[in-house]
């Protein structure tokens, strides 16, 4: 049975203070580096054959904690890159509702919206699903995998590898810093068998 664990990675300055990151390269701080070292000591005691990240140092940093006890390389796909927010990324709500009001009050109630700069979800939702299926498919039978990666991209991904539609998957709440989700391939397909689980 092959099983994939999805984990987000852990918390940097700009998840505390609230701020829209996106594709700008932001860098753990020392709340988020003991998280990825907790969670790097429970999944790497699963054994997982193959470990996988976003080029980002958040995630990229996140995954080498763990494969560096588990003894793998990290294996790096843009494709798990954060959705990108382009003028928005920086800022925290606020800011974005003032500048940006009806598209910000768009964006909260999960309806279509347009911002140049600003990824589309079903966009989101295909490059992940991509590289899920890529990673699914080069996993040996009883293969595991962890792929460390950031939370819009990963509700979205996880919702497209699972079938669901985007509607579907903004039903599920976001993924907390270095918690994780867990899906694996049984007889009937793959399915969800934990979300937002975490190593505390």
Not at 56 to 80: E, F, K, M, N, Y
Not at 158 to 186: H, K, M, P, R, Y
């Amino acid at each position: 049975m092959k099983r994939i664990i999805l984990l987000r990675h852990g918390q940097t300055e700009w998840n505390n203070a609230g701020r829209f990151q996106g594709t700008t390269d932001v860098d753990l701080d020392d709340v988020g580096r003991q998280q990825a070292a907790l969670a790097a000591k429970a999944l790497a005691s699963i054994g997982p054959h193959a470990v996988y990240a976003s080029d980002l140092g958040r995630a990229r940093d996140t995954a080498t904690s763990v494969a560096d006890l588990a003894g793998v390389p990290v294996q790096i796909d843009l494709r798990l890159r954060e959705r990108g927010y382009g003028p928005w990324e920086g800022l925290n709500r606020a800011e974005v509702s003032a500048a940006y009001p009806e598209e910000f009050a768009a964006w909260e109630a999960h309806r279509p919206f347009h911002v140049d700069g600003i990824e589309q979800s079903g966009e989101v939702a295909a490059r992940g699903k991509e590289a899920l299926d890529a990673i699914a498919a080069a996993l040996p039978g009883n293969g595991i995998a962890v792929v460390a990666s950031h939370g819009g991209v990963l509700r979205q991904a996880v919702s497209a590898f699972l079938g669901w539609g985007l509607e579907q998957a903004d039903t599920i709440s976001g993924l907390g810093n270095c918690c994780w989700a867990d899906v694996q391939q049984g007889r009937s397909g793959w399915r969800l068998h934990g979300y937002n689980k975490s190593a505390s």
